[in-house]
């Protein structure tokens, strides 16, 4: 038997944030009308953005980029990265806007 102080649980980092960057991407209506509220999104760590230091890349199951961790938590979730830490988005609303989409999502520590 495992003891229950060696049982890794998930913990929320950020309990709601925006998916940015949706505006720029062509398929976000398509891409938003396919979530569904906690559906696991990737968090994969941009280092080729000249503008971020700390961007991190939102994507869905298949690999389709929905766009970027928002700017408020971009560093921590960054830096938790860049520490090994493995972490994921859950979605916690999608919906289709008029001018493309928008997402919110928690953000998870798995480890």
């Known amino acids: 038997m495992i003891p229950t102080s060696s049982i890794v649980r998930p913990v929320t980092i950020v309990e709601e944030t925006k998916v940015a ?8 209506k398509q891409l938003a009308r396919s979530l569904y509220e906690g559906q696991r999104l990737c968090l994969e760590r941009d280092f080729r953005n000249p503008y971020d ?32 830490r493995t972490l994921h988005g859950e979605v916690t609303n999608s919906e289709v806007l008029r001018g493309g989409a928008r997402i919110t999502m928690a953000v998870i520590l798995d480890d």
């Open 21 to 28: 960057g949706l505006f720029h991407n062509p398929q976000a």
């Open 53 to 84: 230091r700390w961007c991190t890349a939102v994507k869905n199951a298949d690999g389709d980029l929905l766009g970027y961790v928002s700017c408020d938590v971009s560093e921590v979730i960054g830096r938790l990265c860049e520490g090994g």
